[in-house]
């Protein structure tokens, strides 16, 4: 099946920095969404994004179809942007099932 | 409000005892999901549902089961024969088809004592 890696697993910035995160999928996919897992365990929508780049905020996300890999990029962070952040590729033919990637944990000191 | 609503947020489970996780959303979405999520790990697909009364299995379905009986519910029982059943629970919705971006509820923490 198709395999989702996100890296890095890890991240520790100060408030103010920026940071990029990268997903890598090993097969076409139809549709990526990007999200962040707050501490209470919600997922909070960010990106539904197939290809191209998309911005909201401070955060926007470009996703690369044809190379198999999307980027989350975060401006000025904030720590109130700690948290994981997800990516899922979206599969049609099997339901709209999303596959995971291992997500990357964000920590934003002040 | 629209949304998914999971209830309850917190569920501790004897051995041996089955437990049903509720799941209700008010977004007029036809496509239901129930996803695992064990700790440090992503999500995983448990089953799924694209129209009232069908369903099917995910990735790993052995130990749960599910119904479908209204379209704003999708209820989710964690049986006795699921081994390893401690673990966050989150269900999610989407239109369907066209099949579109998926939201999720707050979860559901399930621990078994």
């Known amino acids: 099946g198709i395999q989702v890696e996100q890296s890095p697993p890890d991240l520790i910035l100060q408030e103010g920095a920026n940071s990029t995160l990268r997903c890598n999928f090993s097969d076409s996919v139809n549709n990526l969404q990007w999200f962040h897992q707050n501490p209470w365990g919600q997922l909070i929508n960010l990106f539904y994004?197939?290809?191209g780049t998309k911005q909201n905020g401070r955060l926007s996300a470009t996703t690369v179809a044809t190379e198999r890999y999307s980027l989350l990029y975060i401006s000025s962070s904030q720590t109130t942007d700690s948290g994981v952040y997800f990516c899922a590729v979206l599969i049609y033919n099997q339901g709209g099932k999303l596959i995971f990637g291992q997500g990357t944990e964000l920590s934003v000191k002040p | 409000d629209g949304g998914i609503t999971q209830s309850p947020k917190y569920l501790f489970r004897k051995e041996g005892q089955n437990v049903t996780l509720s799941c209700e959303q008010n977004?007029?979405?036809?496509?239901m999901y129930w996803y695992r999520q064990d700790p440090g790990q992503g999500l995983r697909l448990i089953y799924y549902?694209?129209?009232?009364?069908?369903?099917q299995k995910g990735d790993i379905a052995e130990g749960y089961s599910v119904s479908r009986e209204k379209k704003e519910s999708f209820p989710l029982t964690v049986t006795s024969a699921q081994k390893n059943p401690t673990a966050f629970y989150l269900c999610a919705s989407s239109r369907g088809q066209p099949v579109t971006e998926a939201f999720f509820g707050q979860g559901t923490r399930l621990t078994v004592v």
């Open positions: 549902s694209q129209i009232v009364n069908d369903f």
């Open positions: 994004i197939p290809s």
């Open positions: 977004l007029n979405h036809d496509a």
